[in-house]
């Protein structure tokens, strides 16, 4: 009894660490959203902008420092005192040693600065960094996003090409038989019994190509949703086959709303900021600083931790540039010239999104014009093929004319594979030049 009840609880452990679990889109998007190194990397990005928000704010808090210092001067330095003449007297020329050989010094020390323009432009860059920061990872989101949407579809796509290959089998399954009773019969040659087989044959390796696609396919998803490859995972293989409306995607005033542009904005805007910052080199400086401590001294070790004496000041400083070698001028120059590309690069990405949204909308218009002419053939050349068939089978028509009906049969399904992806491919391209990516998280 105990000995089954073990097996049974193996087996039950077993068949839930190979479980296969099912997943939507939806479900990948949000899995990635959650488990993707890239948004992990983002969000780290993030806390080191409001870390480095932090840094900048305090350079204008009090600086406070203490110091400890002990000396032993193992050689005095030596001074001169030169000869003197009171009157009728001349003192010689003398060499002396001041100062003791043992020092300490405790103390502490305050400073303020009160106005430094460099300092305060620092401040003020702090928000956009952040802001930049932010938005960064908003931008990888939507990447992560996109990348598994194109996985998750290229999946879709093989399964919708393992339908068409399963009811060809089935199809040529079916016929294989009555083509040998033909060929018994003396109705039709050989060559054209192995014609039928070497497409039966076809269709077989075809499949074990797709099986060895799709594993690949599935693998290329769980990079890009930040799964574990040795997961097992399977997709929900039912999607939405109705088609958008592609005059909804000409809004071309949505691009300035585009993370992209977003980005360029806050980087400009940034760029002005620490052109500012560099302009400060051209302002005074001014601080406080206030100092207490005291100081030892003696020519025997005890007495410079035993004979203190205290000292203490405060003091305003002020330091005016005057001329830096023309650093600063240089600076500022190449500043302005940075700035001035960066809005002329902004006005061509504008212009090169406007052009990526208009020619999305002509290429899912005709995708769909496709899509919709490819499924119509299909449908037409199946019935052909499927009154075809029948007629071949009673012997009204001649193998050819069956042969050619399963022939175009066929090439109106790869037509129909070949319109079906470029049609998804073409939709999601569209969402995503008008910003509608985060619409397949719903």
């Given at each position: 009894m105990k000995k089954t009840a073990l097996l049974f609880a193996t087996a039950l452990l077993y068949s839930f660490a190979f479980s296969q679990t099912t997943y939507t889109l939806k479900q990948c998007i949000d899995y990635a959203l959650k488990n993707h190194k890239s948004i992990k990397m983002s969000e780290n990005d993030v806390e080191t902008a409001y870390a480095r928000k932090r840094e900048g704010q305090s350079v204008y808090l009090p600086q406070i420092n203490a110091q400890a210092k002990w000396d032993d001067n193992l050689i005095l330095q030596s001074s001169v005192i030169p000869s003197l003449t009171f009157g009728t007297i001349t003192t010689p020329e003398q060499v002396v040693k001041f100062g003791n050989q043992y020092n300490s010094l405790v103390g502490i020390e305050l400073d303020q600065m009160l106005f430094n323009w460099s300092f305060i432009q620092g401040i003020k860059a702090i928000k956009p960094g952040y802001d930049i920061a932010k938005t960064k990872k908003i931008k990888t989101e939507e990447d992560v996003t996109y990348n598994t949407i194109i996985a998750y579809y290229n999946i879709l796509l093989i399964n919708e090409n393992e339908k068409l290959l399963k009811q060809n089998e089935e199809r040529l399954s079916k016929t294989i038989p009555i083509v040998k009773l033909q060929y018994d019969k003396g109705v039709i040659r050989k060559i054209d019994v192995d014609k039928v087989q070497v497409n039966y044959n076809n269709i077989?390796?075809?499949?074990?190509?797709?099986?060895?696609?799709?594993?690949v396919a599935l693998n290329n998803l769980k990079y890009n949703m930040g799964m574990s490859l040795d997961s097992v995972i399977t997709i929900d293989t039912v999607y939405s086959k109705e088609m958008v409306d592609a005059n909804n995607y000409v809004d071309t005033t949505n691009i300035k709303n585009k993370i992209e542009m977003q980005l360029m904005r806050k980087n400009i805007f940034l760029q002005e900021i620490l052109l500012k910052r560099t302009k400060a080199a051209y302002y005074p400086q001014f601080g406080?600083?206030?100092?207490?401590?005291?100081?030892?001294?003696?020519?025997?070790?005890?007495?410079?931790f035993t004979r203190w004496s205290q000292f203490a000041s405060i003091g305003f400083k002020l330091d005016i540039p005057i001329f830096d070698g023309l650093r600063t001028s240089s600076n500022v120059r190449m500043a302005k010239l940075n700035i001035a590309n960066l809005k002329e690069d902004m006005a061509l990405k504008e212009e090169g999104l406007k052009l990526q949204m208009?020619?999305?909308?002509?290429t899912l218009q005709n995708s769909q014009q496709n899509l919709l002419l490819s499924k119509e053939n299909i449908d037409l050349a199946k019935n052909i093929y499927d009154v075809t068939?029948?007629?071949?089978?009673?012997?009204?028509?001649?193998?050819?004319?069956?042969?050619?009906?399963?022939?175009?049969?066929?090439?109106?399904?790869?037509?129909?594979m070949t319109s079906l992806v470029g049609y998804l491919q073409s939709k999601i391209e569209a969402d995503k030049s008008n910003n509608n990516i985060n619409s397949y998280k719903q």
């Amino acid at each position: 009894m105990k000995k089954t009840a073990l097996l049974f609880a193996t087996a039950l452990l077993y068949s839930f660490a190979f479980s296969q679990t099912t997943y939507t889109l939806k479900q990948c998007i949000d899995y990635a959203l959650k488990n993707h190194k890239s948004i992990k990397m983002s969000e780290n990005d993030v806390e080191t902008a409001y870390a480095r928000k932090r840094e900048g704010q305090s350079v204008y808090l009090p600086q406070i420092n203490a110091q400890a210092k002990w000396d032993d001067n193992l050689i005095l330095q030596s001074s001169v005192i030169p000869s003197l003449t009171f009157g009728t007297i001349t003192t010689p020329e003398q060499v002396v040693k001041f100062g003791n050989q043992y020092n300490s010094l405790v103390g502490i020390e305050l400073d303020q600065m009160l106005f430094n323009w460099s300092f305060i432009q620092g401040i003020k860059a702090i928000k956009p960094g952040y802001d930049i920061a932010k938005t960064k990872k908003i931008k990888t989101e939507e990447d992560v996003t996109y990348n598994t949407i194109i996985a998750y579809y290229n999946i879709l796509l093989i399964n919708e090409n393992e339908k068409l290959l399963k009811q060809n089998e089935e199809r040529l399954s079916k016929t294989i038989p009555i083509v040998k009773l033909q060929y018994d019969k003396g109705v039709i040659r050989k060559i054209d019994v192995d014609k039928v087989q070497v497409n039966y044959n076809n269709i077989i390796a075809h499949q074990q190509i797709l099986a060895s696609n799709k594993q690949v396919a599935l693998n290329n998803l769980k990079y890009n949703m930040g799964m574990s490859l040795d997961s097992v995972i399977t997709i929900d293989t039912v999607y939405s086959k109705e088609m958008v409306d592609a005059n909804n995607y000409v809004d071309t005033t949505n691009i300035k709303n585009k993370i992209e542009m977003q980005l360029m904005r806050k980087n400009i805007f940034l760029q002005e900021i620490l052109l500012k910052r560099t302009k400060a080199a051209y302002y005074p400086q001014f601080g406080f600083y206030a100092k207490y401590g005291g100081l030892a001294f003696g020519n025997e070790f005890s007495q410079s931790f035993t004979r203190w004496s205290q000292f203490a000041s405060i003091g305003f400083k002020l330091d005016i540039p005057i001329f830096d070698g023309l650093r600063t001028s240089s600076n500022v120059r190449m500043a302005k010239l940075n700035i001035a590309n960066l809005k002329e690069d902004m006005a061509l990405k504008e212009e090169g999104l406007k052009l990526q949204m208009l020619n999305a909308k002509t290429t899912l218009q005709n995708s769909q014009q496709n899509l919709l002419l490819s499924k119509e053939n299909i449908d037409l050349a199946k019935n052909i093929y499927d009154v075809t068939t029948l007629q071949y089978q009673k012997g009204v028509i001649s193998y050819t004319d069956w042969i050619s009906a399963e022939f175009s049969y066929k090439e109106a399904e790869q037509n129909y594979m070949t319109s079906l992806v470029g049609y998804l491919q073409s939709k999601i391209e569209a969402d995503k030049s008008n910003n509608n990516i985060n619409s397949y998280k719903q």
